[in-house]
């Protein structure tokens, strides 16, 4: 079974700076995908970034990076530059490889930003 | 990548009727899964379904309560039946993407429903 928890239900993050989304996570899988996913409020779901496991290199996508600890389980996300379009819950979530199966998400972290 | 459209986007329904909800791909796809999202809460699963077999359901969900329909590999509808105000939430469809060695699974934009 694969379970996802995000330990911050809240984040607030001023203009400019930087902010670090916690996620940890449990496989019994050996090889998977890691995704950020962001929802605003018009609710569409949109992929932030995505990390295979067997690859050691953290995923990096503009302002968007991730450290990827997998001994630990681990995957957080670090927003640079924060800006206010970035205002949206975050959700964490981890996928065996095939497309064949189901994406489990975590509770998700609210991230407000500050001007 | 994927294209979903899903609909309705929102609705307003009295308690005991039903309501169905359709989501169309742009693409050809083995799986289409639905899920709910309660108000302020994560995505929960509902249901994986596969054209031409009957639809798998996660724990806490039946085939009574959300049927599925998997007519084709671009289509596929939930109902969700006989509603209470418990049923309140959005619920999306999604595919996986197929072929290339990416497997992220793109969303439809939602279907708000709100029984009264």
């Known amino acids: 079974a694969q379970t996802v928890t995000q330990s911050q239900p809240e984040m607030s993050v001023q203009e400019a700076e930087t902010v670090t989304l916690s996620c940890t996570y449990d496989t019994s899988e050996s090889d998977y995908y890691l995704f950020w996913y962001k929802q605003p409020p018009s609710r569409q779901m949109i992929l932030v970034i995505r990390q295979e496991a067997y690859k050691q290199q953290n995923a990096t996508e503009n302002r968007f990076s991730v450290n990827f600890q997998k001994a630990a389980k681990s995957f957080s996300l670090k927003i640079s530059d924060s800006q206010l379009g970035d205002a949206a819950m975050y959700f964490c979530?981890?996928?065996?490889?095939?497309?064949?199966?189901?994406?489990?998400f975590g509770p998700g972290t609210s991230l407000s930003v500050i001007p | 990548s994927a294209v979903i459209s899903q609909k309705p986007s929102r609705d307003i329904c009295q308690r005991g009727t039903s309501l169905t909800i359709q989501c169309q791909v742009d693409?050809?796809?083995?799986?289409m899964f639905w899920y709910r999202q309660q108000p302020g809460q994560s995505l929960t699963l509902i249901a994986t379904a596969n054209q031409g077999s009957e639809a798998t359901y996660e724990s806490g969900f039946v085939i009574d309560k959300f049927p599925i329909s998997r007519p084709n590999l671009t289509f596929s509808t939930l109902t969700v039946s006989n509603m209470s105000p418990e049923d309140s939430s959005i619920y999306l469809c999604?595919?996986?993407?197929?072929?290339?060695?990416?497997?992220?699974?793109?969303f439809g934009q939602g279907t708000r429903l709100t029984v009264v």
């Open positions: 979530a981890s996928s065996p490889k095939t497309s064949y199966d189901k994406v489990i």
């Open positions: 999604s595919v996986r993407e197929q072929g290339a060695n990416r497997r992220e699974a793109f």
């Open positions: 693409s050809q796809v083995t799986m």
